[in-house]
């Protein structure tokens, strides 16, 4: 009886143990991604009203995003909601990037793509595409107060800065405009949306859907519609839409059937009744600094919370990356062995920490978090959660750069701090523990507290695999308030504060730790006391 | 008679195709104070590091209370705890104030405990005047006051033989006399230390035997009076009337 008693709190204080340890991890809202049966998982960038957007509440059916306290609501919500109960599983969405939805799809990620997609070609020799759920036209989006705000047709746009979204087909017909100048495509609706309004483009090409709820967001945008003639050409499969699964999904036949049911006239009252529930911003007639307040207040919560995803990220990436580099900066001080295997040994690692050194030094951030976050699921089946994915990354970064500053710290550790600690009869080993990893602790300390803040603004690259730190919940917040300016001052000022606060508090460790210049003898101090 | 404790026969040692001692053989008997003199580059310096082994020999012996320092298998960090050694640029820990510079070498080293380490501490502090600097940091003491706390932090360790390299040398003129009457001191209680210095009248008083040496070898050695009155090598003669000059 005792016996089990005791397993039984043993057992307890371990659940408390690993709740503590995880507790951050949930705080911040990372995810577990369980993909057992029962559930459906579709992904979408709630950034793409009206067939998908992110709102704060789950008004009009809107469904909570997962690992989020956000919700998703729109078309493609409504659509998949139906799909769900037509498969008799549980929704679960999950925002994605437009670029990370294939990926997400192919390596098991997702279930299922209900995100506004086309079913192109290209596409198809990567998954599999349902029936038609929408059909829609393309438009074009100018600024209401623009030269181009009457056109009637793609003739009117001759010599007009035009872009679209990176890798859909809207990009694809720009050159159908004579003597039009394509401008680089762009990754998203935000981006382009800034550039219009800021008379960077002339234009973009869209889809009516996006178009009506652009302008409706925003007065200073206007949608220009094309009669059949004055229009672009267009094949089916461009302007219809589709669910995306992966190949040979046996879901799809379920998918089909259900679609077939779905007639263009329900599509067409669905696509009116979701327009209607898009989140209008009535703050738009307000100076900008009012805005800016009123998006502070609303978003406190959301921006809070991602200011501490992005410190917790970067403090633990940049604890663990020191330690990396603090291990592999004595690993190569370890003098070279006389036993031949030994030697063998450390020659082989010598190589491979090169190696990663080089190679995650010489490769940016973000396509380090690509290939990683997705590789390993296509590799090994894999399905990292975000927030350790993020972890990983940032710390493996951080570790080859602070290899070398440790590197250079141990340089700089005098060489007589090294004679002096032999000749008292330390190994090399309570050398570097005593002795010289101390002082090489403090020299790096100004290069550590640098990586941290490069780190704090670096991290703003994951939200390119959804991790929710501060970037990314000002893109959700300005994808939802379409402003811009107002979204990502605040954003910048949270991270100055978070930069500057954090090399003031290094600062003073620095100082403490030197002490003073003149020492007070003992004998002094007594007297004064 | 007195008892041989160290024995270097046959010490050789180049930096690539500069052969810094040829063929050296030194006796050191237990309580005896040997300076050794010469000009700049005479290889004084690379024999006293290579004695601690901070310099590897290309050969010859090193014979510590009867065996062969040099032969495979022979604990090296133990030797090295028998041997103190003093720096020209004093190399005190830079991380450590005064007090924790002489106690950690006797707990991570000689495994003392803590409080044996800082009872010792605080006696070698005494003994070369430092007591009231414990809690100073090296950057905050001056080149004298750093040259006593590494004699106190050499002499904690309890070794057989003190070793000198230059204790001096870098030191302004001032401070010269405070190290060097530390130094005096321990002659005085038969602390056996070998001294390499610039200091012609300080190796006139304290030793017992003067080593002059010269483009790597022992060039003449003997009683200070003979060495510094009545050099039988010209070179020696040489030297000193250059140096004392």
Redesign the interface.
């Known amino acids: 009886m005792r016996l089990v008693k005791k397993k039984i709190t043993i057992a307890v204080l371990l659940m408390m143990l690993s709740s503590i340890f995880l507790f951050p991890l949930s705080v911040f809202g990372a995810e577990k991604e369980d993909m057992a049966n029962g559930e459906f998982i579709v992904g979408m960038e709630a950034a793409y009203p009206p067939f998908n957007w992110t709102q704060s509440d789950d008004s009009n059916g809107a469904v909570l995003i997962q690992g989020s306290n956000q919700y998703a609501n729109g078309y493609d919500v409504a659509v998949a909601k139906d799909l769900a109960k037509t498969l008799d599983k549980k929704l679960v969405i999950v925002k994605t990037a437009w670029d990370g939805l294939l990926p997400a799809l192919t390596s098991g990620k997702i279930d299922a793509i209900v995100a506004g997609m086309s079913p192109t070609d290209e596409r198809k020799e990567q998954i599999d595409f349902s029936n038609n759920y929408y059909t829609s036209n393309l438009v074009m989006m100018v600024r209401s107060d623009g030269d181009f705000a009457s056109a009637k047709s793609i003739d009117d746009f001759t010599g007009a800065k035009i872009t679209a979204q990176l890798g859909t087909f809207h990009y694809t017909v720009i050159p159908q405009i004579p003597e039009v100048q394509q401008q680089q495509a762009m990754q998203n609706f935000s981006a382009m949306r800034v550039a219009l309004e800021s008379a960077i483009i002339d234009g973009y090409v869209t889809e009516r859907p996006e178009g009506v709820t652009a302008q409706k967001a925003n007065s200073h945008f206007k949608m220009v519609e094309f009669s059949q003639d004055g229009g672009f050409q267009t094949s089916e499969e461009d302007t219809a839409i589709a669910v995306g699964v992966r190949k040979g999904d046996p879901n799809l036949a379920a998918i089909n059937e259900y679609l077939n049911n779905f007639s263009v006239d329900e599509q067409n009252a669905l696509m009116d009744k979701e327009i209607g529930f898009q989140p209008m911003s009535d703050d738009e007639h307000q100076a900008w600094y009012r805005q800016i307040a009123a998006i502070a207040m609303e978003n406190a919560d959301l921006f809070i919370r991602g200011a501490g995803m992005t410190l917790f990220i970067s403090l633990i990436g940049t604890i663990v990356g020191t330690l990396i580099g603090l291990l592999i900066g004595v690993f190569r001080t370890i003098p070279e062995s006389e036993n031949k295997f030994l030697a063998f040994i450390y020659r082989i690692i010598s190589f491979l920490v090169t190696a990663y050194i080089e190679i995650f030094r010489g490769t940016p951030m973000i396509v380090q978090a690509m290939v990683l976050y997705y590789g390993t699921a296509l590799a090994f089946g894999l399905n990292l959660d975000r927030t350790i994915a993020a972890l990983l990354i940032v710390s493996i970064n951080t570790g080859a750069y602070m290899s070398e500053i440790v590197r250079g710290g141990i340089f700089s550790v005098?060489i007589?701090?090294f004679?002096?600690?032999?000749?008292?009869?330390?190994?090399h080993r309570?050398t570097m523990i005593?002795?010289v990893l101390?002082?090489v602790i403090?020299n790096i300390l100004p290069a550590t507290g640098n990586e941290f803040v490069i780190n704090i603004k670096d991290t703003s690259v994951l939200s390119v695999i959804s991790v929710s730190e501060l970037f990314f919940q000002g893109s959700t917040v300005s994808q939802q308030n379409f402003m811009y300016f107002q979204t990502f001052a605040i954003i910048c000022v949270i991270y100055f504060v978070l930069t500057f606060t954090i090399t003031r508090i290094l600062r003073f460790v620095e100082t403490k730790l030197d002490?003073?210049?003149?020492?007070v003898?003992?004998?002094?101090q007594m007297q004064v006391e | 008679m007195s008892e041989k404790i160290l024995e270097v026969n046959h010490l050789k040692k180049s930096f690539g195709e500069n052969e810094v001692l040829k063929d050296i053989h030194l006796n050191v008997n237990i309580g005896e104070v040997i300076s050794i003199i010469g000009s700049s580059g005479s290889g004084k310096s690379t024999l006293l590091r290579s004695i601690?082994l901070?310099e590897k020999p290309d050969g010859g012996e090193i014979i510590f209370k009867g065996k062969n320092v040099l032969s495979k298998g022979y604990n090296l960090?133990?030797?090295?705890?028998h041997?103190?050694?003093v720096?020209q640029?004093?190399?005190?820990?830079?991380?450590m104030n005064a007090l924790d510079n002489i106690i950690?070498?006797q707990t991570?080293?000689?495994k003392r405990s803590h409080a044996d380490a800082k009872k010792e501490a605080n006696e070698n502090l005494k003994k070369v005047g430092m007591?009231?600097?414990?809690?100073?940091?090296p950057?905050?003491?001056s080149g004298g006051q750093k040259q006593r706390i590494?004699i106190a932090?050499?002499l904690s360790?309890n070794p057989d033989v003190l070793l000198f390299d230059e204790p001096t040398s870098a030191l302004d003129p001032e401070m010269v006399g405070e190290v060097l009457k530390t130094i005096k001191e321990l002659a005085k209680v038969h602390m056996t230390m070998i001294i390499v210095t610039h200091e012609m009248e300080f190796a006139r008083e304290v030793s017992d035997r003067v080593i002059f040496m010269d483009q790597g070898v022992i060039a003449e050695q003997g009683p200070p009076e003979q060495i510094f009155e009545n050099p039988k090598e010209a070179r020696t003669r040489e030297f000193l009337q250059r140096f004392l000059k």
């Not at chain 1, 004679?419 to 190994?427: D, L, N, R, S």
């Not at chain 2, 960090?77 to 705890?81: D, G, L, S």
């Not at chain 2, 640029?89 to 991380?95: A, D, K």
């Not at chain 2, 007591?131 to 940091?137: G, I, L, Q, R, T």
């Open positions: 005098d007589g701090q004679e002096a600690a032999q000749a008292i009869g330390m190994t309570q005593k002795v101390p002082q403090r002490g003073p210049d003149a020492y003898p003992i004998s002094n | 601690n901070l960090p133990k030797y090295r705890t041997l103190g050694m720096f640029s004093f190399n005190l820990f830079n991380n950690v070498g991570t080293v000689l007591e009231s600097f414990a809690n100073a940091k950057s905050q003491l590494a932090r050499a360790m």
